[in-house]
């Protein structure tokens, strides 16, 4: 069974610059979640979708970040402009049911110059 | 809301040695609570989870027991490997849905 994917790997882009992440759960999983971190601090929660749905995004910086999630599958993130402070590692997550246990993707490493 | 602190690193240790990280956490409820571990260019795997007091969690020869009593969950191994080296992360939840984590402990383990 394939585990939960990121694209890219890494992303280096100049500050007012658009990025987009994406992320490929688990095939079934309902739960889709983002979190990130930054500077080497604690892994913080972004969003949480169930199918196609925003169940939380009560993590999400600013309005600079836009997450979809069409059709229940895959995910993207969006940061656009990005700034300085975006840089860092984003990482994907997806369960079966929210009392699951999460299984994680690899992450994206976002350097925004 | 709920937190978690873990203790500081970098932790460098000989290979056999003993190994403990610190874990303590703030949570309304009776969260679960997981360790994860991230080595060397990979992402976040899960290491072991405990859902409920007393409950041991273990895997990979690392054990971590949930203390309700001292609100801990520290992380402890008894002979560490150079292939230990990575990343470890304390977390609780989910809490609809999302996990709490810790700030992260590098360990590093000599031959």
């Known amino acids: 069974e394939a585990g939960v994917t990121q694209f890219p790997s890494h992303s280096v882009i100049e500050k007012g610059q658009t990025v987009t992440l994406r992320c490929d759960p688990i095939?079934?999983?309902?739960?889709l979640y983002w979190y990130r971190r930054v500077m080497g601090k604690e892994i913080k929660f972004l969003l949480h979708?169930?199918?196609?749905?925003?169940?939380?995004e009560s993590g999400m910086p600013n309005n600079r970040f836009l997450a979809e999630r069409t059709g229940g599958t895959y995910s993207t993130l969006k940061v656009q402009p990005a700034e300085l402070e975006d840089s860092g590692v984003y990482f994907c997550?997806?369960?079966?049911?929210?009392?699951?246990?999460?299984?994680f993707g690899p992450g994206t490493r976002l350097t925004v110059l | 809301g709920d937190s978690v602190t873990q203790m500081e690193g970098p932790v460098t240790l000989s290979e056999e040695a003993f190994l403990t990280i610190n874990c303590t956490y703030t949570?309304?409820?009776?969260?679960?609570l997981f360790w994860y571990v991230q080595y060397p260019g990979e992402g976040l795997q899960l290491l072991l989870k405990?859902?409920?007091?007393?409950d041991k969690g273990s895997n990979k020869g690392f054990e971590a027991t949930y203390r309700k009593e001292t609100t801990s969950f520290h992380l402890e191994k008894g002979s560490v490997q150079v292939s230990d080296s990575a990343v470890y992360f304390c977390?609780?939840?989910?809490?609809?849905?999302?996990?709490?984590f810790g700030q992260g402990t590098i360990l590093t383990v000599h031959p």
């Open positions: 997550a997806s369960s079966q049911e929210v009392v699951n246990t999460q299984y």
């Open positions: 405990a859902t409920k007091a007393d």
């Open positions: 977390a609780l939840g989910p809490s609809y849905g999302k996990l709490t």
């Open positions: 979708f169930v199918k196609e749905s925003k169940q939380d």
């Open positions: 949570a309304t409820g009776y969260p679960s």
């Open positions: 095939s079934g999983h309902d739960n």
